[in-house]
């Protein structure tokens, strides 16, 4: 039987095409939308976490309260016996020390003299003084836009934007003007080794990036760090674990007084993250519910009109000796493989659709330029391939296609077979 | 010998609402059918031909009196068994041939089978069968659509007997055919009825019919005006 009614509905183009195209469209959109929010918000979510949050962040209470203000006067010391202590309660994860400061660079010239200045974020973490994971999780060699990461002491990486609007070159010499940790003024000199651009609007705004061990130094924070990162298993964030984590390490020192004790925070708590992660999560099905409903109402009209142009077809059935509940159940079989069809197809667009964006993605720094907000955002939203966008769409297609049928399918019922004969003869 | 008597008919009255009111379709009708007649009910339009056939074929019910057809007492019937009943036992012929148009000529008569869940191997032989019977063995892959009147209404009986069902109804089978036509086809039907003995009933008011007929049934008004039995009309034609 469903060799006949496939039959049938390949042949019969007007009980196919249409159906099939809403389908496919509905699929295409969801699986699309899907991938896409899927991208951007994963986007969101590991940008945050390798430039800011880490997937959980450890820094003292009083840091904690006032980190819109980077108050290194405020941040950790005596880091090495802490992230010694982090890494044997917690080996699985890979632990490092951040600092974050804020400054003046002033470009000077042969003579000594100032041509060019301008406010800078300051990131520091592990270039030289660590394994070089820190290197990778950055993704600072595919960065780097002309030069190399810092190898010693007293170099820096500067955003790419910021050093044309200085006028910088690898090898020019910019002096760093800022604040230690203890409040004194902070001087010191560095070496262009490398302009960077991370497709980050607010890191390529105007950045300089140096060694955690330098800046150390020159914001006189000795084994201090204004915060110690933690990245889960292959750097993908788990957010039960990291949950589990933090309130474990935060139960350990819920009886110490201290201001300046430790405190972890995972990555959804910073951010407001934990509303992106939870609407990332909701996004599809909220998709799915939205495209159900809409299809369904559609193929529900569909389904009114092709019962109306088979009302003969119908009648010769029923004349035949087909009951009416099995007229509607093939009505209902010739659905799902139309549904089927128009997922499909609607799958192989959308995941190609998908593709395109998450190679070629929407460049949006223009608008991000305009954007004051602590989330990190990508200035290239791209969309992002999960197994799950190969079946997503078949939620919506089938089920959709289904319910429009079933529902004027329920006309059959109201069939009397008593004129089937008058009806026929026309 | 006396044939198996397959339809009994005991005053069969018929009536629909017809606004405030009733009207009688059928009033009173007392009628037998033997096994392997080829019988037609005769009358003036709004006589109450259709509405008989209707009846006995299980798609309409009595407001009054017995019908049974092949040992069913058709007002007792659920709409399940009333569709069973059609789908096992009785084969219909309408005017227009009313073929699924989008299937082929053999995918049309196997449809019939396909109801019963026959399986592959059988519904092939029994649809090759068929198709010999009304002579479109050479045809089986053609579109329906794609028909002369003639040859749809061959299709059409070729799903109608595909089943060898006890009872085949045949509405005003002829009357969309030309004369050439319209005797083969009866020509068809006349020797199926021979062959398999399966009973046909007729709905009619055309004169080349009724010279096939063994039995001529006139209704008007709803009411039996008479019942003949015309054996010489077979050697008429």
């Given at each position: 039987?469903?060799?006949?009614?496939?039959?049938?509905?390949?042949?019969?183009?007007?009980?196919?095409?249409?159906?099939?195209?809403?389908?496919?469209?509905?699929?295409?959109?969801?699986?699309?939308?899907?991938?896409?929010?899927k991208g951007?918000?994963?986007?969101?979510?590991?940008?945050?976490?390798?430039?800011?949050?880490?997937?959980?962040?450890?820094?003292?209470r009083?840091?904690a309260?006032?980190?819109?203000?980077?108050?290194?006067?405020?941040?950790?010391?005596?880091?090495t016996?802490?992230?010694?202590?982090?890494?044997?309660?917690?080996?699985?994860?890979?632990?490092?020390?951040?600092?974050?400061?804020?400054?003046?660079?002033?470009?000077?010239?042969?003579?000594?003299?100032?041509?060019?200045?301008?406010p800078?974020?300051?990131?520091?973490?592990?270039?030289?003084?660590?394994?070089?994971?820190?290197i990778?999780?950055?993704?600072?060699?595919?960065?780097?836009?002309?030069?190399?990461?810092?190898?010693?002491?007293?170099?820096?990486?500067?955003?790419?934007?910021?050093?044309?609007?200085l006028?910088?070159?690898?090898?020019?010499?910019?002096?760093?003007?800022?604040?230690?940790?203890?409040?004194?003024?902070?001087?010191?000199?560095f070496?262009?080794?490398?302009?960077?651009?991370?497709?980050?609007?607010?890191?390529?705004?105007?950045?300089?990036?140096?060694?955690?061990?330098?800046?150390?130094?020159?914001?006189?924070?000795?084994?201090?760090?204004?915060?110690?990162?933690g990245?889960?298993?292959?750097?993908?964030?788990?957010?039960?674990?990291?949950?589990?984590i933090?309130?474990?390490?935060?139960?350990?020192?819920?009886?110490?007084?201290?201001e300046?004790a430790?405190?972890?925070?995972?990555?959804?708590k910073?951010?407001?993250?934990?509303?992106?992660?939870?609407?990332s999560?909701?996004?599809?099905?909220?998709?799915?519910?939205?495209?159900?409903?809409?299809?369904?109402?559609?193929?529900?009209?569909?389904?009114?009109?092709?019962?109306?142009?088979?009302?003969?077809?119908?009648?010769?059935?029923?004349?035949?000796?087909?009951?009416?509940?099995?007229?509607?159940?093939?009505?209902?079989?010739?659905?799902?493989?139309?549904?089927?069809?128009?997922?499909?197809?609607?799958t192989?667009?959308?995941?190609?659709?998908?593709?395109?964006?998450?190679?070629?993605?929407?460049?949006?720094?223009?608008?991000?330029?305009?954007?004051?907000?602590?989330?990190?955002?990508?200035?290239?939203?791209?969309?992002?391939?999960?197994?799950n966008?190969?079946?997503?769409?078949?939620?919506?297609?089938?089920?959709?296609?289904v319910?429009?049928?079933?529902?004027?399918?329920?006309?059959?019922?109201?069939?009397?077979?008593?004129t089937?004969?008058?009806e026929?003869?026309? | 010998?006396?044939?198996e008597?397959?339809?009994?008919?005991?005053n069969?009255?018929?009536?629909?609402?017809?606004?405030?009111?009733?009207?009688?379709?059928?009033?009173k009708?007392?009628?037998?059918?033997?096994?392997?007649?080829?019988?037609?009910?005769?009358?003036?339009?709004g006589?109450?031909?259709?509405?008989?056939?209707?009846?006995?074929?299980?798609?309409?019910?009595?407001?009054?009196?017995?019908?049974?057809?092949?040992?069913?007492?058709?007002?007792?019937?659920?709409?399940?068994?009333?569709?069973?009943?059609?789908?096992?036992?009785?084969?219909?012929?309408?005017?227009?041939?009313?073929?699924?148009?989008?299937?082929?000529?053999?995918?049309?008569?196997?449809?019939a089978?396909?109801?019963?869940?026959k399986?592959?191997?059988?519904?092939?032989?029994?649809?090759m069968?068929?198709?010999?019977?009304?002579?479109?063995?050479?045809?089986?892959?053609?579109?329906?659509?794609?028909?002369?009147?003639?040859?749809?209404?061959?299709v059409?009986?070729?799903?109608?007997?595909?089943?060898?069902p006890?009872?085949?109804?045949?509405?005003?089978?002829?009357?969309?055919?030309?004369?050439?036509?319209?005797?083969?086809?009866?020509e068809?039907?006349k020797?199926?009825?021979?062959?398999?003995?399966?009973?046909?009933?007729?709905?009619?008011?055309?004169?080349?019919v009724?010279?096939?007929?063994?039995r001529?049934?006139?209704?008007?008004?709803?009411?039996?005006?008479?019942?003949?039995?015309?054996?010489?009309?077979?050697?008429?034609?």
């Amino acid at each position: 039987m469903i060799q006949f009614l496939l039959k049938g509905i390949l042949r019969d183009k007007s009980r196919s095409i249409l159906p099939i195209i809403i389908v496919s469209a509905g699929v295409f959109l969801t699986v699309l939308l899907s991938g896409y929010m899927k991208g951007v918000f994963g986007d969101v979510i590991d940008q945050s976490a390798r430039f800011d949050t880490g997937h959980v962040k450890v820094m003292s209470r009083a840091y904690a309260e006032n980190i819109d203000q980077l108050p290194n006067d405020l941040a950790l010391l005596g880091v090495t016996e802490i992230v010694g202590s982090l890494k044997n309660q917690y080996p699985e994860m890979d632990w490092v020390k951040r600092i974050k400061f804020g400054g003046l660079i002033d470009v000077i010239d042969k003579e000594g003299n100032s041509k060019g200045q301008g406010p800078v974020a300051g990131l520091s973490f592990e270039l030289f003084s660590g394994t070089g994971k820190e290197i990778k999780r950055m993704n600072i060699e595919k960065s780097i836009v002309i030069g190399r990461v810092p190898l010693k002491p007293n170099e820096a990486l500067i955003s790419n934007e910021f050093a044309q609007k200085l006028n910088l070159s690898i090898g020019d010499e910019v002096t760093y003007i800022g604040s230690t940790m203890n409040g004194s003024m902070a001087f010191s000199v560095f070496k262009i080794c490398g302009t960077i651009t991370f497709g980050v609007a607010q890191m390529d705004r105007g950045s300089i990036i140096i060694d955690v061990s330098d800046a150390q130094k020159i914001l006189d924070m000795e084994d201090g760090a204004g915060e110690i990162l933690g990245f889960q298993r292959n750097d993908i964030y788990q957010v039960e674990e990291a949950e589990l984590i933090s309130d474990k390490f935060n139960a350990s020192y819920a009886s110490d007084p201290d201001e300046f004790a430790p405190m972890m925070v995972s990555l959804q708590k910073q951010n407001d993250l934990e509303f992106m992660i939870n609407y990332s999560n909701s996004i599809s099905a909220i998709l799915i519910g939205f495209f159900i409903f809409a299809m369904s109402l559609v193929l529900w009209n569909t389904g009114l009109l092709s019962g109306l142009r088979r009302y003969k077809e119908f009648g010769i059935r029923l004349a035949l000796g087909e009951a009416k509940g099995q007229i509607y159940r093939t009505f209902t079989y010739e659905a799902i493989i139309v549904g089927i069809i128009g997922s499909v197809i609607g799958t192989v667009l959308g995941v190609s659709a998908v593709y395109y964006l998450q190679v070629v993605g929407i460049d949006i720094s223009g608008m991000l330029d305009q954007l004051s907000s602590s989330m990190m955002m990508p200035s290239v939203l791209r969309g992002k391939i999960t197994p799950n966008l190969f079946y997503i769409g078949f939620v919506p297609g089938l089920l959709a296609m289904v319910l429009g049928n079933m529902l004027s399918g329920l006309g059959i019922y109201k069939r009397q077979t008593a004129t089937l004969m008058k009806e026929l003869e026309v | 010998m006396k044939s198996e008597v397959i339809i009994t008919i005991e005053n069969l009255t018929k009536r629909f609402p017809e606004g405030d009111s009733e009207f009688t379709a059928l009033s009173k009708i007392n009628l037998e059918f033997s096994r392997g007649e080829f019988a037609g009910v005769v009358g003036p339009s709004g006589s109450g031909k259709t509405t008989l056939l209707n009846i006995i074929g299980s798609l309409d019910k009595p407001t009054e009196g017995r019908v049974s057809v092949l040992s069913n007492d058709i007002s007792k019937l659920s709409h399940k068994e009333s569709a069973m009943l059609r789908n096992m036992h009785i084969g219909f012929i309408f005017q227009v041939y009313n073929l699924l148009p989008v299937y082929t000529v053999f995918e049309n008569v196997e449809f019939a089978l396909m109801l019963q869940k026959k399986s592959k191997s059988e519904r092939t032989k029994s649809v090759m069968e068929a198709l010999e019977w009304v002579g479109l063995q050479d045809i089986p892959n053609k579109k329906v659509t794609k028909l002369s009147g003639g040859e749809g209404q061959r299709v059409a009986i070729a799903r109608a007997m595909v089943k060898k069902p006890e009872l085949v109804i045949a509405d005003e089978p002829t009357a969309n055919l030309d004369a050439v036509n319209a005797h083969s086809i009866l020509e068809t039907m006349k020797n199926l009825n021979k062959e398999f003995n399966t009973t046909f009933l007729f709905s009619t008011h055309d004169e080349k019919v009724m010279s096939y007929l063994d039995r001529i049934i006139h209704l008007r008004d709803g009411k039996l005006e008479s019942d003949e039995i015309i054996h010489h009309k077979i050697t008429a034609k």
